[in-house]
T-cell receptor, first 115, second 111 residues
Framework: DAGVIQSPRHEVTEMGQEVTLRCKPI?????LFWYRQTMMRGLELLIY????????DSGMPEDRFSAKMPNASFSTLKIQPSEPRDSAVYFC?????????????FGNGTRLTVT | EDQVTQSPEALRLQEGESSSLNCSYT??????LFWYRQDPGKGPEFLFT???AGEEKEKERLKATLTKKESFLHITAPKPEDSATYLC????????????FGDGTTLTVKP
């Protein structure tokens, strides 16, 4: 079990640039979540998917954010254009769908810095 | 709206000094309460799930308990390696897909 894999681990970009974060969930898990963590707001859910279908994107802050899950083993979170206030650690997590009692398995995050 | 409040924000203990962390929650029907541990530079790591009031779970020096309004994470005779941020999260019956997290308690255990 390789765990949830996120890339890159660190991303530094300039304001206005496009940023793409990537996630590979644990094999067999069919729910995937994107969270953002900051000192001010803690862990916030941005969006989650069940069986590759977006279920709730109410946490996506603005239209500048978009997420896709083209297949069961890959998801992306894109920010375009990026702004300094988007600086945060972005986590991807997965779990077994239908197992609402199942815990989330987190990746080690992508630390995004927008200058 | 589901809410989770953790206290204290930070806790400093001497090695061997037992204590408890608190997680107070407001949720429209609790489906499950989760405790996670987060080390610097890493994602949260699952510790326990509690489902109903009165339930207890134990793992090494940690014991989690649950009432209808709060959960406690008791740490007995902590060691420096227990230093981490401990996060509490709830899932509601009405929205089982989403976990709402508290802001965490950062525990430091000095040798």
């Amino acid at each position: 079990d390789a765990g949830v894999i996120q890339s890159p681990r660190h991303e530094v970009t300039e304001m206005g640039q496009e940023v793409t974060l990537r996630c590979k969930p644990i094999s067999g898990h069919n729910s995937l979540f994107w969270y953002r963590q900051t000192m001010m707001r803690g862990l916030e859910l941005l969006i989650y998917f069940n069986n590759n279908v977006p279920i709730d994107d109410s946490g996506m802050p603005e239209d500048r954010f978009s997420a896709k899950m083209p297949n069961a083993s890959f998801s992306t979170l894109k920010i375009q254009p990026s702004e300094p206030r988007d600086s945060a650690v972005y986590f991807c997590a997965s779990r077994l769908a239908g197992g609402a009692y199942s815990p989330l398995h987190f990746g080690n995050g992508t630390r995004l810095t927008v200058t | 709206e589901d809410q989770v409040t953790q206290s204290p924000e930070a806790l400093r203990l001497q090695e061997g000094e037992s204590s408890s962390l608190n997680c107070s929650y407001t949720v429209s029907g609790l489906r499950g309460l989760f405790w996670y541990r987060q080390d610097p530079g890493k994602g949260p790591e699952f510790l326990f799930t509690l489902y109903s009031a009165g339930e207890e779970k134990e793992k090494e020096r940690l014991k989690a308990t649950l009432t209808k309004k709060e959960s406690f994470l008791h740490i007995t005779a902590p060691k420096p390696e227990d230093s981490a941020t401990y996060l509490c999260a709830v899932q509601a019956v009405t929205n089982a897909g989403k976990s709402t997290f508290g802001d965490g308690t950062t525990l430091t255990v000095k040798p």
